[in-house]
């Protein structure tokens, strides 16, 4: 009997899961099941992400794992942006349940001038405290696809703040992380620092570890004009883990 394979499909902070469920009639033809959540908060309004913290997002994801493990052998972690973070934060929490992690995008440093190393990092528990809602615009090249973008426009301070520290939670643990590994990331990314793909290859214990470079597209990797190749390279991705 050969084994189930499983993708567990992670969608970004303030995204929809329409920014990754484009890749969902690969899995389908490949016969890989599929888990795809609505992390804490998304999909509905803006306000619903008040008032969550990282580690109800990290709750979801590892709910929908031990889901997609009742009807998979084996599961890998395919996340985009934020969706990342917790493909990286599984590996190293459940090193025994995680067959690969493919990132896209992965949003370990970011150019907002309030994270973690930005010159305004130091105000941002202040000002996230002042400014109740902050701004938020789609990043595509493809100026098509941004206008049809479902992500949020606006974003709770409280979930900005807890969403930066997250960032700083998992680079903490990218050497726990052992699971072979992809990490797709786009020269021309306009919300997170292309030099994230090579911390996180550095960083990582993997022994079986690629960046995969992409030069046109903007952050929403799997909407952007380079959509089809990042589709191919996740799928080749599990196809070397196994799948």
């Known amino acids: 009997m050969t084994d189930k394979h499983g993708c567990l499909l992670l ?51 590892e709910m929908a794992l031990r889901d997609l493990q009742k009807e998979a052998d084996q599961v890998a972690v395919v996340g985009l942006s934020m969706g990342g973070l917790l493909a990286l934060h599984l590996a190293a929490k459940l090193q025994d349940d995680v067959a ?10 970011l150019q907002n001038p309030l994270a973690p190393g930005k010159p305004l990092a130091i105000l941002a528990p202040l000002l996230t405290r002042i400014i109740h809602y902050w701004p938020n615009k789609a990043p595509y090249a493809d100026a098509e696809a941004a206008a049809s973008d479902r992500s949020y426009h606006r974003l709770p301070s409280d979930s900005v703040r807890t969403f930066l520290e997250y960032t700083k939670v998992v680079e903490a643990l990218l050497p726990q992380v052992k699971a072979p590994a992809r990490i797709l990331q786009s020269h ?56």
């Open 11 to 61: 969608h970004g902070y303030s995204s929809h899961i329409s920014c990754v469920d484009g890749l969902v009639p690969y899995l389908q033809e490949a016969g890989i099941v599929y888990q795809m959540p609505y992390l804490r908060g998304h999909g509905t309004r803006p306000e619903d992400l008040a008032g969550v913290h990282w580690s109800d997002w990290l709750e979801d994801a």
């Open 100 to 109: 690969g992690i493919v990132t896209v995008a992965a949003a370990l440093r």
């Open 188 to 243: 021309a990314d306009g919300v997170v620092e292309p030099e994230s793909a090579q911390i996180i290859y550095d960083r990582i214990a993997s022994t079986d570890k690629k960046i995969i470079w992409f030069e046109k597209t903007n952050h929403e990797m799997m909407r952007d004009v380079e959509k089809e190749a990042v589709f191919a390279a996740i799928m080749q991705s599990l196809h070397e883990f196994g799948m």
